[in-house]
């Protein structure tokens, strides 16, 4: 009785090895997604930014991390959408799937870009009033939904923020919150809701 066992589990493993491997290698995908999926940053941990302008300044995240610390940001990710190769299906299938902020040039302003960007509240027009009394808002459906940013031949205007040192601008550009932010809830009870919104300033402004 005592090799009955052994010896019907040798005949099984040289007949059935195959199912012994298949399920051995699928145990560890489970175990390698657990852990993968366990210590992968989430939406709310990273402030995601598109842009059709290339990069002036490629160490700008260090600024953007350093005003949200104690608010769960670990990393700031930029991404380059390129006027030569922007297509509306990019815009929407990326930009607009997890990205945070938006620059955009004018051009492509269209009412999908504004109806899928987030209304500002009276008290956030304020703080951006408060940075420069001139700026100039983008209105839809009775709400601002952005800002113009650069201008061309304005240097006057564009000098005044913050992001035109970051940014290469090329065309009057507008940026924008994604209103399918993670982080642009404005739920007092979201921890992390407000960092789009403090990104946006920090665009504008950068650190006082």
Do not use: R
Request: one cysteine or more; hydrophobic letters at 40%; charged letters at 25%.
């Amino acid at each position: 009785m005592k090799n009955k066992i052994p010896s019907a589990f040798k005949d099984s493993l040289s007949f059935d090895w195959w199912k012994y491997l298949i399920s051995f290698l699928a145990i560890c995908v489970c175990w390698y997604y657990v852990y993968k999926t366990k210590d992968a940053l989430k939406d709310y941990e990273i402030i995601s930014i598109y842009s059709i302008a290339a990069l002036k300044e490629t160490d700008f995240s260090s600024g953007l991390l350093k005003i949200h610390e104690g608010h769960g940001i670990e990393q700031i990710d930029f991404n380059s959408i390129g006027d030569d190769n922007y297509t509306e299906t990019l815009l929407q299938s990326k930009a607009f799937l997890d990205g945070d902020l938006l620059l955009v040039y004018d051009k492509y302003v269209d009412d999908v870009v504004k109806a899928k960007s987030y209304p500002f509240s009276i008290g956030f027009v304020n703080e951006i009033k408060a940075i420069s009394p001139n700026i100039s808002f983008l209105e839809y459906g009775g709400s601002s939904i952005g800002i113009k940013v650069y201008g061309i031949d304005d240097d006057q205007y564009n000098s005044k923020l913050f992001v035109n040192s970051i940014f290469d601008f090329k065309e009057n550009t507008y940026l924008f919150i994604n209103k399918s932010s993670s982080n642009a809830n404005l739920d007092l009870n979201s921890k992390y809701g407000s960092c789009a919104f403090e990104s946006f300033l920090y665009l504008l402004k950068g650190i006082e």
